[in-house]
T-cell receptor, first 115, second 114 residues
């Protein structure tokens, strides 16, 4: 079974600064997909960014980028120029055929953004 | 148009009751899921249906029974509710073969058992 570990239960960043959320995973598969989802207080799950394991290039979406280290099984999320609206729970997730197409989530990191 | 909608949004009920949560998606996806988010915010897969066939059934009590009348609907029925069932339940959908694409989530149902 695949496991996803987020070792930071809480993180804090000042507005306009950069923060990195860590995620590691354990798998024996070679083909899989990784995601970061954001859950603000509204409870809605929002996709932030995705990465295919076969792609070496790190994914980027505006202020959000990942550092994907396949050999180390690491998938960290970097948020640049942090904004108050970035405050939320962030979940790292793994998906593959063996996971039955379902997302396996880490326990989440609560991000606080201070003015 | 809401992509994945689940009802009700809030549900308060007494121990021992039977309740259902409904989920519908209008995205044409072939796979639907139920997740449980506990009080510590941990999201765990409960069930996954692909084209109305059950493909994932995690260690969930028999009191939980999913029903998929068609590809667009996956309802969750819970019998003999217990205090420990209190949680937020999320329905989601995706296209199974396009695993790099987004899974869309409903807004969640907060179930409180008293």
């Amino acid at each position: 079974a695949q496991t996803v570990t987020q070792s930071q239960p809480e993180m804090s960043v000042q507005e306009a600064e950069t923060v990195t959320l860590s995620c590691t995973y354990d798998t024996s598969e070679s083909d899989y997909y990784l995601f970061w989802y954001k859950q603000p207080p509204s409870r809605q799950m929002i996709l932030v960014i995705r990465q295919e394991a076969y792609k070496q290039q790190n994914a980027t979406e505006n202020r959000f980028s990942v550092n994907f280290q396949k050999a180390a099984k690491s998938f960290s999320l970097k948020i640049s120029d942090s904004q108050l609206g970035d405050a939320a729970m962030y979940f790292c997730a793994y998906r593959s055929v063996d996971s039955g197409y379902a997302l396996n989530f880490g326990k989440g990191t609560s991000l606080l953004v201070t003015p | 148009d809401t992509a994945v909608s689940q009802t009700p949004k809030y549900l308060v009920t007494q121990m021992g009751n039977d309740k259902s949560i409904k989920c519908e998606q209008n995205l044409g996806h072939d796979t639907m899921y139920w997740y449980k988010q506990d009080s510590k915010k941990f999201l765990k897969i409960m069930f996954s249906y692909n084209n109305k066939e059950l493909i994932i059934n995690e260690t969930v009590p028999n009191r939980f029974s999913p029903k998929s009348p068609d590809k667009a609907h996956l309802n969750l029925h819970i019998n003999s509710l217990e205090l420990g069932d209190s949680a937020v339940y999320f329905c989601a959908s995706s296209r199974a073969e396009a695993m790099n694409t987004e899974a869309f989530f409903g807004q969640g149902t907060r179930l409180t058992v008293v």
